[in-house]
């Protein structure tokens, strides 16, 4: 199942969430940042960073 993802402020497009495990994004000038299980994207319309997060994800070194 292929879901939006809107910006929280000005529901702009940001991307689309394949199946919860796809996120797919094209733009200009994009700034997405990827930490662990955690996507942050800033909106190119209003601004503002928007953040989804998989809370099952696991950092596999995180022992290390």
Do not use: H, P, S
């Not at 800033?42 to 953040?51: A, D, P, S, V």
């Not at 997060?53 to 070194?61: A, G, L, M």
């Amino acid at each position: 199942m292929i879901k939006q993802w809107l910006c929280d402020a000005c529901k702009f497009i940001l991307a689309y969430v394949e199946d919860n495990k796809i996120i797919r994004i094209k733009r200009k000038d994009l700034y997405v940042e990827v930490e662990g299980g955690k996507v942050a994207v800033i909106c190119c319309r209003c601004g503002k960073q928007n953040t989804i997060q998989d809370e099952n994800f696991k950092i596999q070194n995180e022992g290390r």
